[in-house]
């Protein structure tokens, strides 16, 4: 590690945290890619969607939305209500991205679920640059979700096993981020609150509803716990 420069530092320490999502990203991409061959539309489409949109779940229900009748509110409605959590992403993480030059446009247009996970709870060696470390996390899981959505639009045609619940990959990748932040002592309160918090949105909101308000209801009570929370 004494001769690396910063950059493959960065690189090298990067990688191995980004395994468990690359586990995740490329069976899900496997199942979008598949599924947007499965709709008549090819790998070439399903890439770009995945390069471009890099939406995740948004992308799974564009896909209905591709192929209804085109509604250019409903539409906007639902990529608002899907990804609205990300506000909450870019507010955790403005400290962390600060003075960062240009590169944070790039860490900006690649924040993902994952990503924030991963960028939120750990923190860059000290031989490894802080900016690339942030940056080839970033730019890794969007490699593995471009890659996997590649090769399930290639093999489209080929895979004829049922594909039912691959995404749940993407809830296992969630719990074992999760648990690995849990970990840490430090971090439990605020653990405990999220899920107080995400099962009182459950219960008052039901399934379908509950990830803005709970999303809401979190950062107020983080923000208005944080000197007990964060002791």
Request: with cysteine; net charge positive.
């Amino acid at each position: 590690m004494k001769n690396l420069t910063p950059r493959r530092a960065a690189l090298r320490a990067a990688f191995p945290a980004t395994i468990p999502v690359m586990t995740g990203f490329l069976c899900l991409g496997l199942a979008y890619g598949v599924l947007m061959q499965s709709k008549g539309y090819g790998p070439l489409w399903s890439t770009l969607m995945s390069a471009v949109a890099f939406g995740g779940s948004m992308q799974f229900v564009a896909i209905t939305l591709l192929t209804a009748a085109f509604d250019p509110i409903q539409a906007f409605l639902l990529s608002v209500m899907i990804n609205a959590r990300h506000m909450f992403y870019g507010l955790a993480l403005l400290d962390k991205y600060r003075g960062l030059g240009k590169i944070r446009a790039v860490l900006i247009y690649t924040l993902c679920d994952e990503t924030f996970s991963l960028v939120s709870s750990l923190e860059p060696p000290p031989e490894a640059d802080r900016k690339w470390y942030y940056l080839c996390v970033s730019l890794l899981d969007y490699a593995y979700w471009v890659a996997g959505t590649a090769a399930g639009g290639l093999l489209g045609n080929l895979l004829t096993f049922n594909t039912k619940g691959m995404d749940f990959a993407l809830t296992a990748l969630f719990v074992v981020l999760f648990l690995e932040q849990w970990k840490r002592r430090e971090n439990r309160p605020a653990g405990a609150a999220s899920l107080a918090c995400a099962a009182a949105s459950l219960t008052v909101c039901g399934a379908e509803n509950m990830v803005i308000p709970a999303m809401v209801l979190v950062l107020a009570v983080l923000l208005g716990g944080r000197k007990r929370l964060c002791a």
